[in-house]
């Protein structure tokens, strides 16, 4: 079967990095995604990943290893307002997304 | 501009009635998906639709229907509804069907009681 893993919860302080590990096992690979979710609100794009290696956009940054199965998201210089569940997501060989049940990520000051 | 739009964004419903979730978007995309999310799962998909005239089953499809008679109008429609269909409904659209950013509208919250 298709499986998508992250942790269910993480806990960071403000101003430090936190890593969020999300690994996969799909029929067939065509690109991950990176969603941040708040409470009580729609899931935003974040990042895409199609290729091996990093991708940063700011204080955000995602990593792609398609041999492993695995990516990663980090946050830099964590603020409060990242407090949110972030949503790793897998599109398979026929182009269905397959998401994973999120990260909650809280930030204490 | 305003995006994707779900009505209602919460709804108290009795077992066995019927519900149509309605979601509308004005940005032309041709793709437009309906996704649960319940506590500890990942969104799961109900159904989808590629572009006008045609949908096609997701995950999660028994007890659910779609249609789309426009680019803009995706409803979810719940014959008759069941607890289990307790969730949070979230429509989501995209200009590709091929790996293309997903946004979503703000959500339903359905209670079915």
């Known amino acids: 079967g298709q499986n998508i893993d992250q942790p269910t919860e993480m806990t960071a302080t403000e101003g430090a990095i936190v890593q969020i590990n999300c690994t996969y096992q799909t029929s067939g690979f065509n690109g991950l995604f990176w969603y941040q979710q708040h409470a009580g609100e729609a899931p935003t794009f974040l990042s895409y990943?199609?290729l091996d290696g990093l991708e940063e956009k700011g204080r955000f940054s995602s990593f792609l290893s398609r041999s492993k199965g695995y990516s990663y998201l980090l946050l830099k210089e964590l603020q409060m307002k990242d407090s949110a569940s972030y949503l790793c997501a897998v599109m398979d060989s026929n182009y269905q997304l397959i998401w994973g049940a999120g990260t909650k990520l809280i930030i204490k000051p | 501009i305003a995006g994707i739009t779900q009505a209602p964004t919460s709804q108290i419903l009795a077992a066995g009635r019927r519900m149509t979730l309605r979601c509308t978007q004005d940005m032309r995309h041709n793709a437009m998906y309906w996704y649960r999310q319940d506590l500890g799962l990942g969104l799961r998909l109900i159904h989808y639709s590629n572009t006008a005239g045609t949908t096609g089953k997701g995950e999660v499809p028994d007890g659910y229907s779609v249609s789309r008679a426009n680019t803009d109008d995706f409803p979810l429609t719940l014959a008759s509804a069941v607890p289990s269909q307790t969730s949070v409904y979230f429509c989501?659209?995209?200009?590709?069907?091929?790996?293309?950013?997903?946004?979503f509208g703000e959500g339903s919250r359905l209670t079915v009681l």
């Open positions: 990943n199609v």
């Open positions: 989501a659209s995209s200009d590709s069907t091929a790996g293309g950013e997903l946004f």
